[in-house]
């Protein structure tokens, strides 16, 4: 991945729902090129344009983009999960 910057200098964190299929989803993709932001970082109402946003990332990057369904699971746990606004 050497278009990615990915750092693992993140101390361990416990993100919401690990045992969830929506979790697995949500791990495998936002981890490819950073540490997954947690849930709360945005309010539920800036999620889809921040998975829009890493969407594009990608394409320019030439990575494959997240598939349409994942990115319904996607947004799904991050709203459920978001910061309260």
Not at 28 to 52: D, Q, R, T
Not at 64 to 79: E, F, N, S, T
Request: aromatic letters at 8%.
């Amino acid at each position: 991945m050497a278009a990615c910057d990915f750092s693992s200098n993140r101390p361990q964190t416990d993100y919401p729902d690990k045992q969830s299929q929506a979790f697995n989803v949500y791990a495998s993709n936002c981890s490819e090129c950073h540490a997954p932001p947690l849930p709360s970082a945005h309010p539920a109402n800036e999620w889809p344009g921040v998975i829009e946003r890493m969407q594009e990332h990608l394409v320019q990057r030439s990575m494959a983009p997240i598939a349409p369904k994942d990115r319904l699971v996607l947004r799904d746990y991050l709203m459920l999960h978001a910061a309260g606004e």
